[in-house]
């Protein structure tokens, strides 16, 4: 199924079971794309996660209906989620600003959240650099934390502050950040800072070796300032490049970021001319 189709196919079945028990992997199901390639492509399409998306268009038509039918919280807690009212009239605060029993009286203003809808947008033939690698199996050193898709991009980064802070830069420079979900099916996924692996030299405790196997990798060139070029790139594969995809498609669930010695350049990784990549695993359709 086209990219940006499955995406739009994916927002509709939520609207549809809006107040059913539904989740990300059950969302990605539906558009037969496997969950970790569909979450990662949706908040980088849509700016939310899926977890995100759903709450905020739960809140949005909960307040809707307590302020047009004068529904009780408790009723409207359980509709859309909640177990309690406690848990809902602290979302629905922290998202309207108000409570859900302010949100019944006249005048109250209230935060609307309308479902999206993703479009192509033709900007005059963007061409996209990348490459096909085939590359045997390899393995790096490194080391490794499960995140979950909700959370990831705010704690990975974290993960890379406290991997120097502890002085494990000395071990593993970070020269790759690898993505791992090898089911494509959970909730969450491994993601490894790791080097290439050297069997000469000893493993330091708390670290993991990883084999990475062999595949042929669509690698995308990654120039500019970090992390604001590897994040448009990213985008742009999810926005630009499969859309566009007729040959290929992911062949695993397995991404990496690869990132140049960032002693090369004058201002390190901030450099305008600081160069990653991010390479993804294809097969032929």
């Known amino acids: 199924m086209e990219w940006v189709s499955a995406i739009n196919k994916a927002i509709g079945y939520i609207e549809e079971n809006i107040t059913e028990d539904i ?15 569909f979450q ?10 899926v977890s995100e998306y759903i709450r905020n268009r739960r809140l949005a038509l909960a307040a809707q209906e307590l302020a047009a039918d004068k529904a009780k919280v408790i009723d409207t807690a359980l509709k859309y989620g909640y177990d309690s009212p406690d848990s809902f009239a602290k979302a629905f605060a922290r998202f ?3 409570s859900p029993s302010m949100a019944q009286r006249s005048g109250v203003f209230l935060k609307t959240f309308a479902p999206l809808k993703i479009k192509l ?12 690698t085939r590359k045997d199996s390899f393995t790096v050193m490194g080391v490794s934390k499960k995140f979950t898709y909700e959370n990831a991009k705010e704690a990975i980064p974290q993960f890379w502050r406290e991997h120097y802070e502890k002085g494990n830069g000395k071990y593993v420079c970070g020269m790759f950040g690898v993505n791992i979900d090898e089911t494509m099916g959970n909730s969450e996924f491994e993601y490894l800072i790791a080097d290439a692996y050297n069997p000469a030299k000893d493993i330091p405790d708390g670290f993991v070796t990883m084999t990475i196997p062999a595949f042929t990798w669509a690698v995308f060139p990654c120039r500019g300032a970090m992390p604001d070029a590897l994040q448009d790139v990213n985008k742009k594969i999810f926005s630009e490049w499969l859309p566009a995809l007729k040959e290929y498609e992911f062949a695993a669930g397995y991404s990496i970021e690869m990132y140049d010695d960032a002693g090369k350049y004058p201002k390190g990784t901030a450099d ?9 695993p294809v097969k032929k359709k």
């Open 96 to 98: 309207h600003g108000i």
């Open 121 to 132: 947008s033709l900007e005059g033939g963007y061409i996209m650099d990348y490459r096909l």
């Open 23 to 37: 989740s990300a992997e059950e969302v990605a199901r539906q558009v037969s794309i496997s969950p970790f390639y």
């Open 40 to 49: 990662k492509g949706f908040s980088l399409l849509c700016g939310y996660t």
């Open 272 to 280: 305008e001319n600081y160069y990653s990549e991010i390479w993804i």
